[in-house]
């Protein structure tokens, strides 16, 4: 009887003790391991960091507030063009990080996944293999009502703005990588390519560029839900 006591009482006190740490100001547990904190895109990457990413999505509000810490953008009005095209959590978004973009209208996941990239993928990776950071982010579009090219009937996530397509960067001093002149370059263009190609797979659920096929030689189509296709 007496173990058993000994065994409840260590157990209520390890609970408490998480407990504490995940929910008192006062607890020493960095905020990027706390998973009952909001996450911060410019936080270190932890093993909750996705679970994180995950729960701010899932909640339209909360995917706009955590967006305007490195995004700039416009909220708008929902888009409904049809039964299988619009945008819900519509935004016009001119900038993520320290990378502008031209005008694009997107969701706010998308949005939201399109930052993370550029903070943990594409600014480290250019910093890497060509020395200086990243001053924008060279887009195809995001939203187009429009079916998976060579399907007739299934629709492209591009349908609902829960993808976008990049087809290249600016850098900090004018260069332009791009995946069609670049992707076969120089040593550093090539590793800059596939490192931020793979860093995009940890943010979106389906990233496709040149090794996928030709329709995808000249930019990465990055989507937010998918099979996890990564190539």
């Given at each position: 009887?007496?173990?058993?006591l000994s065994a409840i ?203 996928y096929n030709a329709l ?16």
């Open positions: 009887m007496l173990s058993i009482a260590v157990f209520a006190a390890v609970a408490f003790g998480v407990y504490w740490a995940f929910t008192d100001p006062r607890s020493p547990l960095p905020r990027e391991w706390n998973p009952l904190r909001e996450l911060v895109v410019s936080d270190p990457v932890t093993p909750v960091t996705h679970f994180k990413l995950r729960r701010v999505v899932d909640d339209p509000k909360l995917c706009l507030t955590v967006l305007a810490q490195a995004g700039r953008y416009q909220e708008m009005t929902p888009l409904v063009a049809s039964a299988r095209c619009g945008i819900a959590n519509r935004v016009e978004l001119i900038g993520v990080g320290a990378s502008r973009l031209q005008t694009v209208e997107t969701e706010c996941e998308t949005a939201l996944r399109l930052a993370m990239w550029e903070q943990h993928g594409i600014q480290p990776a250019a910093q890497a293999h060509l020395g200086q950071g990243v001053a924008g982010l060279r887009h195809i579009g995001s939203y187009n009502c429009r079916s998976i090219r060579g399907s007739s009937t299934r629709m492209s996530k591009h349908a609902t703005a829960a993808a976008i397509d990049i087809g290249g960067v600016v850098l900090s001093d004018g260069t332009r990588i791009e995946l069609l002149a670049d992707w076969n370059g120089t040593p550093q263009e090539k590793s800059f390519l596939r490192d931020i190609r793979d860093a995009g797979c940890e943010w979106f659920s389906t990233v496709l560029g040149p090794d995808h030689a000249d930019h990465f189509h990055l989507q937010n839900r998918g099979w996890g296709t990564c190539r």
